[in-house]
């Protein structure tokens, strides 16, 4: 039987990311949960999905629940934690030789 490789995303749960497209563009909040194999990610308070649900034990009164839905990957940008700018995922060697991910922001032109 072949083995399955995970697939590789540059978003983490927890990370603090960019929405770059869609009716959430320029809004930042924390991930949430990731999907690898759908490629998608759950950014919290983005996305809000609204779904009616009938009465239940749980909840009896029934209602309208407000849910967040998932964004693809590729629509979201790493935030760099230290100076809060946005910016590509990078990798360098750290003190102790282990690979670190890094953002890599737009450097301004000299003139």
Do not use: C, F, W, Y
């Not at 009716?23 to 308070?45: F, P, T, Y």
């Not at 967040?68 to 995922?89: C, F, W, Y």
């Amino acid at each position: 039987m072949p083995t399955i490789m995970q697939k590789k995303t540059h978003i983490k749960k927890g990370d603090m990311v960019k929405v770059l497209a869609g009716e959430d563009r320029s809004k930042q909040g924390r991930v949430l949960e990731v999907d690898r194999d759908r490629m998608v990610a759950i950014v919290e308070g983005l996305n809000i999905n609204k779904k009616h649900s009938k009465p239940t034990t749980a909840n009896p009164q029934g209602g309208i629940v407000e849910k967040e839905g998932p964004i693809h990957v590729s629509n979201l940008m790493l935030i760099d934690a230290k100076t809060g700018t946005p910016g590509r995922v990078g990798r360098t060697v750290g003190k102790e030789g282990r690979l670190e991910r890094v953002v890599k922001t737009k450097k301004t032109a000299a003139k």
